[in-house]
Nanobody, 126 residues
Framework: VQLEESGGGLVQAGDSLRLTCAAP????????MGWFRQAPGKDRSFVAG????????YYADSVKGRFTISRDNANNTVHLQMNSLRAEDTAVYYC????????????????????WGRGTQVTVSA
């Protein structure tokens, strides 16, 4: 199963972008979904996650208050609204799906994700 991200692009600092992940999963609502990012020369890092049950949301400290994750179970999509973008947000953003419980610990661990997209580039110019 291949997830598909869209919505990336080149923007200026302070601008907004909305990323979308389409997930062709038969039981999409049963998956906890996460957004990760990878900047050049760095490891992939957690950005935001939303649990399968109750849609609890979790954020990396660096994006808290600026990014919002949401899910649409009727359309098998998850979104990442990114506001007040900064140059340090520049990265390839990946969407992932995991069957693990969406806790504050498991949602951040990329090793638990079983499906991934190919990523979408976000570039923020200073």
């Amino acid at each position: 199963v291949q997830l598909e991200e869209s919505g990336g692009g080149l923007v200026q600092a302070g601008d907004s972008l909305r990323l979308t992940c389409a997930a062709p999963l038969v039981t999409f609502s049963a998956y906890t979904m996460g957004w990760f990012r990878q900047a050049p020369g760095k490891d992939r890092s957690f950005v935001a996650g939303i649990s399968s049950m109750n849609a609890n949301t979790y954020y990396a400290d660096s994006v808290k208050g600026r990014f919002t994750i949401s899910r649409d179970n009727a359309n098998n999509t998850v979104h990442l609204q990114m506001n007040s973008l900064r140059a340090e947000d520049t990265a390839v953003y990946y969407c992932g799906a995991t069957r693990s419980l969406g806790t504050a610990v498991t949602v951040r661990d990329s090793r638990g994700y079983i499906y991934w997209g190919r990523g979408t580039q976000v570039t923020v110019s200073a």
